[in-house]
C-alpha cells in the first residue's frame, strides 16, 4: 500500500500553522507522512533532493477539484510505491524544474499556508474516498 509523502522546506515557523498541519496529518496517518527538508538549502538543492518522481506543488501546475484530487489519493494509497508531495521554499521552486506539478489554486500562498491547504486537501479526499460527511457539494 503506498503512501503521501509531503516534503516541506524547512519546518513551520509560525505555531499556529505548524499545530494545524500535525492535526491533519494526526487524523491521516498512516497514509501520510511528512518529511521536513533543511530551510538553509536553496531551491535547487532542494529540489536536488527529492525524488525524481515527486510531484511540485505550484500555482501554474494542473488545477483538480476536491472530488479529482481524492481520486487521484485514491490511486495513490492503492499503488505498491510512496507518491512524493512538495511544497516549495519560501521564494518558489526554480522555474526551469520539469516536474509534475499541481495547483492548489492560481493565488500566491505563503509556503506555510500551502502545506496546510496541502494537509487538508489530504484529509478531506480521504474523507470522501471514506464517505464520511465532512465534504459537502
Known amino acids: 500500500m503506498g503512501r503521501v509523502i509531503v516534503h516541506l522546506h524547512g519546518r513551520p515557523s509560525e505555531s499556529r500553522m505548524k499545530e494545524l498541519i500535525e ?3 494526526a487524523r491521516i496517518k498512516p497514509k501520510v507522512k511528512i518529511q521536513y527538508h533543511d530551510s538553509k538549502i536553496g531551491g535547487m538543492a532542494y ?12 500555482e501554474n501546475g494542473e488545477q483538480l ?5 481524492s481520486k487521484r489519493f485514491e490511486r495513490w494509497s492503492l499503488s505498491n ?5 512538495a511544497v516549495g521554499p519560501v521564494d518558489g521552486f526554480p522555474k526551469d524544474i520539469s516536474l509534475q506539478k499541481i495547483s492548489l489554486s492560481k493565488m500566491t500562498f505563503p509556503h506555510e499556508l500551502a502545506a496546510v491547504l496541502l494537509m487538508e486537501q489530504l484529509y478531506r479526499a480521504n474523507e470522501i474516498i471514506r464517505g464520511s460527511s465532512y465534504h459537502r457539494n
Open 65 to 69: 477539484s476536491s472530488i479529482q484530487f
Open 81 to 85: 510505491r510512496d507518491v512524493n508531495l
Open 47 to 58: 529540489v536536488s533532493n527529492l525524488p525524481k518522481d515527486t510531484i511540485i506543488l505550484d
Open 23 to 25: 492535526y491533519y496529518l
